[in-house]
């Protein structure tokens, strides 16, 4: 949709929209770190950087978090458990991937984390080009497979009980009371 006319946010009645928006939102994190390191060469920890840190730090802890969960929780078994056969060793094989890479994600994460403290506690640690180039590429990689193969086979798979479990549970979560539908 245009700017005009901004798309609805996903609600938990489409929780395959909202793990798809989330990509976006971790990918504005990523891009946050970034400009973060960029800030600490030329300013260095100050007001800015400090709330900058936090403000990462709040949405990987939580949002992030709940996102991993949501998939290694309730997407990837509702998934695992409708195909059978050589397609279901084929999801079987991505999901694998995926929670291997959620692994791997969760703990750059600690680096991550540990240095974006450093900076919210004022301490200019100049965060590492690489390690902050390294984070961001990673989490790219995963998305786009999550995006090109995870999302379009949870849409055509799983029925509206299916869909309708995954965004009970992605509520619950999150400690959102939801309407008996």
Do not use: T
Request: with cysteine; aromatic share 4%.
């Amino acid at each position: 949709m245009s700017e005009l006319f901004p798309s609805p946010a996903a609600d938990f009645d489409h929780p395959l929209d909202i793990l798809d928006g989330c990509h976006e939102r971790i990918r504005r994190q990523c891009r946050l770190i970034e400009r973060i390191r960029e800030h600490l060469v030329s300013s260095g920890a100050d007001s800015e950087a400090r709330d900058a840190a936090r403000s990462v730090m709040r949405y990987f802890d939580s949002a992030g978090a709940n996102h991993h969960r949501d998939e290694e929780d309730d997407l990837f078994p509702a998934l695992l458990r409708i195909v059978h056969g050589a397609a279901g060793e084929a999801v079987q094989a991505l999901i694998v991937r995926l929670r291997e890479e959620h692994a791997a994600l969760e703990a750059s994460w600690i680096d991550m984390r540990a240095s974006l403290f450093e900076v919210s506690e004022g301490r200019d640690v100049g965060l590492e080009l690489a390690a902050v180039h390294a984070f961001g590429a990673a989490y790219e990689r995963h998305i786009a497979i999550e995006e090109r193969q995870l999302l379009p086979l949870a849409r055509e798979l799983l029925d509206a009980a299916e869909i309708a479990r995954l965004g009970a549970a992605m509520a619950g979560r999150r400690g959102v009371k939801r309407a008996p539908g």
